[in-house]
Structures are given as structure tokens and as C-alpha cells.
T-cell receptor
Framework: SQTIHQWPATLVQPVGSPLSLECTVEGTSNPNLYWYRQAAGRGLQLLFYSVGIGQISSEVPQNLSASRPQDRQFILSSKKLLLSDSGFYLC????????????????FGNGTRLTVT | AQKITQTQPGMFVQEKEAVTLDCTYDTSDPSYGLFWYKQPSSGEMIFLIY??????QNATEGRYSLNFQKARKSANLVISASQLGDSAMYFC?????????????????FGQGTILTVHP
């Protein structure tokens, strides 16, 4: 069965420090990968998605970047964190394209709660 | 304009009763998918149920059913026989086909969520 791992679970970082959040998926090949951010008490906002190695698309211009160095590895980074980067970050995967990509649910990791101080 | 609207910030239900969580959506694409997710206080997102835009019948998964009214663009979640463990945030989401680099993928857009509290 497929599993998704995301770490760390919580992180407290000072303003201006770098960030690296990692997400790996097991049990599937060539997944679509996503990074979402959730502000407190709000819905999820799509930050980045990737349909393959090295292919990253950004939904919202921001202080963050993403990379996909391997098929099942997705990394969220920042060179210098801002206070506004605080939030709950969720990595997700879905089955790749195909005839009906719409019926494939996104499967989420347990999330990283980031606090920038 | 909001693509997914959940108008109920909070809902309360008595244990063993049924509850309906509202969701309306907006799209001009004839092909889309609708999902409901549950987010307990731990933060994980749990997939509950899916409804395709071309599906003729309402989706059901155990105690969860989706009241799909395509003309009204609504996809309400019905939870029957509520349990204390159902207390959580519930998100409605819509998936539309996007194309990136020749490969299709489904972008999932979420509503703002409804906090459900089940009373004993």
C-alpha cells in the first residue's frame, strides 16, 4: 500500500533562517505531488505541484520554492523565512494523469506546523 | 469569486443524529470531481467520499453520503448516526483538470471548512 511521510511534525524557526521540509511517498510510481499551506482555521491553499522529476509549478508567488530531485521526493524550501510563512504545511500525492485523473483523491501527509518567530 | 463555498463555519449535532454539511461550487468545466475531507484536531487530512460530475447516482461510503445536485452546483455531505469521533473540521473540495507539460493533473481547490461538534 502507498504511504506518505512528511517531516518534521513541528518546527520553530527565527525570521531570516532557511527552511527545508521533506516529503516522500512509498508504494507508487510517478505520482503527482503537491504542497499546500493552511493558515489557522482556514482552508488549504495550493503552493506547488509537480507532475514529474524536476517539473515544478507554482500557484502563488511567494518566498518559498519547491524541488523534486527524485520521483517520490518533494522538498519545500526557503532561503529566508518571513513571519507570514508561519502555518501548517501539508504534502500530498495523487495517482498520475491517465484517463480519469479527477477521481483520484489526494492523499495527505500528517503535516508540518511551522512557527516563524 | 470563490470556487468552493462552505457557508457554515460551525455545526452542532447530537450523537446518533444525522447532519448535513453544505457545499456549493462554481465551475464552467463540464468535467470535475468533488471530494470531502475530514481534518481532526491532529491535523491530518482524511479522504471521505468522492462524486464525479458525470456520476448519475449520489456517492455513499458507509455513514457518509453526498447529496449531489448538479443544477444547483451543490454537493452536501450527509453524515448519518453521528459519533463523538466525527467531531472535526470538514472540507469540501473540487478537482479540475489542469495540463502541465503535456501531462494532466487534477488541481484540488478547498472550501474554508466547517467545524462539526458532536454532543453526547
Amino acid at each position: 500500500s502507498q504511504t506518505i511521510h512528511q517531516w518534521p511534525a513541528t518546527l520553530v524557526q527565527p525570521v531570516g533562517s532557511p527552511l527545508s521540509l521533506e516529503c516522500t511517498v512509498e508504494g507508487t510510481s510517478n505520482p503527482n505531488l503537491y504542497w499546500y499551506r493552511q493558515a489557522a482555521g482556514r482552508g488549504l491553499q495550493l503552493l506547488f505541484y509537480s507532475v514529474g522529476i524536476g517539473q515544478i509549478s507554482s500557484e502563488v508567488p511567494q518566498n518559498l520554492s519547491a524541488s523534486r530531485p527524485q520521483d517520490r521526493q518533494f522538498i519545500l524550501s526557503s532561503k529566508k523565512l518571513l513571519l507570514s510563512d508561519s502555518g501548517f504545511y501539508l504534502c500530498a500525492w495523487s495517482a498520475t494523469g491517465g484517463v480519469r485523473p479527477l477521481n483520484s483523491p489526494l492523499h495527505f501527509g500528517n503535516g508540518t506546523r511551522l512557527t516563524v518567530t | 469569486a470563490q470556487k468552493i463555498t462552505q457557508t457554515q463555519p460551525g455545526m452542532f449535532v447530537q450523537e446518533k443524529e444525522a447532519v448535513t454539511l453544505d457545499c456549493t461550487y462554481d465551475t464552467s468545466d463540464p468535467s470535475y470531481g468533488l471530494f470531502w475531507y475530514k481534518q481532526p484536531s491532529s491535523g491530518e487530512m482524511i479522504f471521505l467520499i468522492y462524486q464525479g460530475s458525470y456520476d448519475q447516482q449520489n456517492a455513499t461510503e458507509g455513514r457518509y453520503s453526498l447529496n449531489f445536485q448538479k443544477a444547483r452546483k451543490s454537493a452536501n455531505l450527509v453524515i448519518s448516526a453521528s459519533q463523538l469521533g466525527d467531531s472535526a473540521m470538514y472540507f469540501c473540495a473540487m478537482r479540475e483538470v489542469m495540463n502541465a507539460g503535456g501531462t494532466s493533473y487534477g488541481k484540488l481547490t478547498f472550501g474554508q471548512g466547517t467545524i462539526l461538534t458532536v454532543h453526547p
